[in-house]
């Protein structure tokens, strides 16, 4: 628990490991700055730190303003929701585990239940289903799967091509770099200044889609 | 238990679960899924990072907010209120009695599962709804060993997921975990052929409409399945 680093700066720590000095690229480049509200959080968690919180709400309430106004279609209602996850935020910092994730993710997730609660409660369906029942938190256990590596050559090579196209550009330029261009995940991730954990994630997410497509195409 | 699942839910309905924008009774379904799926865990842990990651870098235009006043609100908030979490006073099953069996509940039933209805049973099928509102009904469907649910079309859409125990119908064979989806188009007969009970979790937008013989008299019973 006394080493920052390791406890906080989740990607931070990722990329310090595999690669001395990309720490400085991926600052620059990435709109996050990695590591930092994984620490904040941690400056919460054990010291109250107000300054900390304070950073973390000038940078996460407009945006959770913006998420709420889009899921919600009105403001008031999206006000309602930020002070709610915010105040998870403030309570609730210990329980963040950065080696499940990064900060945004846990803040985005409070953000998702608390909306869902309250919807659940403006038609007074107190007894009914809440986000308690549908989202653990994140407490299933580790699992590894290999089935996303086996699939890598075998996909690629086959029929897969035309359903390139229909990636979320996101995806797409992940997956063209690694198995067009044939750079590392690691390479990825510089070039493009984001986690090496989105990379994997997006390149997962890219297979499942193409594997659903070739799917179809059999049917 | 997550190895033989091979029924899952498309990544479609698995972003709209992420996302949160699915109905409660639907949302419970796939909660349960993943309960059962480390594959379907994962992709949703990836999903829920994409997600996070749009919604963190998205730009916001500086506005008139008060932010200042809100951060304040909520410290001054979180003095008053004594304990930050509040446990919930639902009871926790984790076992559930039906037909003489015992069944062991997914994590996601487990506090709902005690404010289920009565049983109804007819033969040897049960059926006791979860709470849920319109327009979908949830519920707990028991079908005891070698007993066939009479064919029926459904006016709505039909998700049935598979607790315990095995079923088949004419597209296939379910093991636990194991997610089917029956759109209007769809008559099938789902029948337990196997010597040990079955316990499913339905998800209904309409009654059941049954279509053969003798059972068409069931119909005037269809909310009994609804």
Known sequence: MLDQRRTYGHHASQFANNSPGLMDTTETASPLNLGQWEEALGLIAINRD???????????????????????????????????????????????????GCASTWIYTIARNVRFDMLRKKQSRKDDISADDLWSDGDYPEQEDLQSHSWDLYIIAEKIAPHFAALPPAQRVVMEKVYLEENSHQEVAEQLGIPLGTVKSRIRLALDRLREAVDGQQR | MGNSVKHHPSLSLLEQFCDGSLTPEVALLVATHLDFCPHCQRLSKDIEADLACSFAAAPVAAGQDDWLSMMQQVLAEAETTAKPVTPSTDPVVTNLEVGGHQFELPRALQRLSSKRSKWLTLGGIATARLPSGEPHHISLLFIDKNTAVPQHTH?????????????????GRYVPGDLIINTPDDTHTPRNVSDDPCLCLSVLSAPLQFKQGMTRLLNPLQRFFY
Do not use: C, H
């Open chain 2, 155 to 171: 006016k709505g859409l039909e998700m049935t997921l598979v607790l315990a125990g095995e079923m088949v119908d004419e597209q």
């Open chain 1, 50 to 100: 107000k300054s900390a919180y304070a950073g973390l709400f000038n940078y996460f309430a407009p945006r959770l303003k913006a998420f709420g106004i889009k899921m919600f279609g009105n403001e008031q209602q999206a006000m309602e929701m930020v002070q709610d996850t915010m105040l998870n935020v403030w309570q609730k910092a210990a329980l963040f585990d950065p080696t499940r």
